[in-house]
């Protein structure tokens, strides 16, 4: 069975364009959940899709958004890049949630560097 | 609030034990989590334990909690090379639906 994909795998942007980076979940799995790795802020929880609603969300600006598509593919979109936007965003797949307490398997991630 | 504390840094030599440890604060976690990443890589789950266990062993591997004292160990028995990596603890953080991690402790087996 494939794992979590992310694509790109790399991405180089400028101040002030957007993004989207792409997901597919693990075959079956019908969450998918979006993290922000930074050097300082660590790991931090950007927001959770589930069967195309978003049902979870943490505390990023609006600028920062996601959706999810039939298939459970998902895509975030970054509007209006600074600096500190840049790093790695992986993704992560689950059956139904953590609101389950299920595994969660994450992705390669994307590197995105803002310039 | 939500809040996860690992030391930063260990080094071992290779075939010693490692133990990795992390406090946590959400008494309302029902699942504790460790997660294994490498240079460049995702985050790899290596095991988890449910709130009301005290140990899970799993091969090389064995998690102790300390649930009184928010307390959460992870032991890799016979360190290799290959161990070395950041690892994570997480908690889910009152059933939200999010994981909240640590900040990682890398892990130096050194041959």
């Known amino acids: 069975k494939a794992g979590v994909t992310q694509t790109p795998r790399y991405l180089i942007k400028t101040r002030g364009q957007q993004v989207t980076l792409s997901c597919s979940p693990i075959s079956g799995h019908r969450s998918v959940s979006w993290y922000q790795q930074t050097p300082g802020q660590g790991l931090q929880f950007l927001f959770e899709?589930?069967?195309?609603?978003?049902?979870n969300k943490g505390n990023f600006p609006g600028r920062f958004s996601g959706r999810q598509f039939s298939n459970s593919r998902s895509e975030m979109n970054v509007s209006t890049l600074e600096l500190g936007d840049s790093a790695l965003y992986l993704c992560?797949?689950?059956?139904?949630?953590?609101?389950?307490?299920?595994?969660?398997?994450f992705g390669s991630g994307t590197q995105l560097s803002v310039l | 609030g939500e809040d996860v504390e690992q030391s930063l840094f260990l080094s071992v030599r290779e075939g010693d034990s490692s133990v990795i440890n992390c406090t946590y604060t959400d008494s309302s976690s029902t699942y504790l989590y460790w997660y294994k990443q490498e240079p460049g890589a995702g985050l790899q789950l290596l095991t988890y334990?449910?709130?009301?266990?005290d140990m899970k062993q799993d091969q090389r591997l064995t998690v102790l909690l300390n649930k009184k004292d928010k307390h959460l160990s992870l032991r890799i028995a016979d360190t290799q090379t290959g161990d070395s990596a950041i690892y994570f603890c997480a908690e889910n953080a009152g059933n939200t639906g999010k994981l909240i991690f640590g900040q990682g402790t890398t892990l130096q087996v050194k041959p």
């Open positions: 334990i449910f709130s009301n266990m």
């Open positions: 992560a797949s689950s059956l139904a949630g953590m609101l389950t307490n299920e595994k969660l398997f």
């Open positions: 899709y589930f069967s195309e609603t978003q049902r």
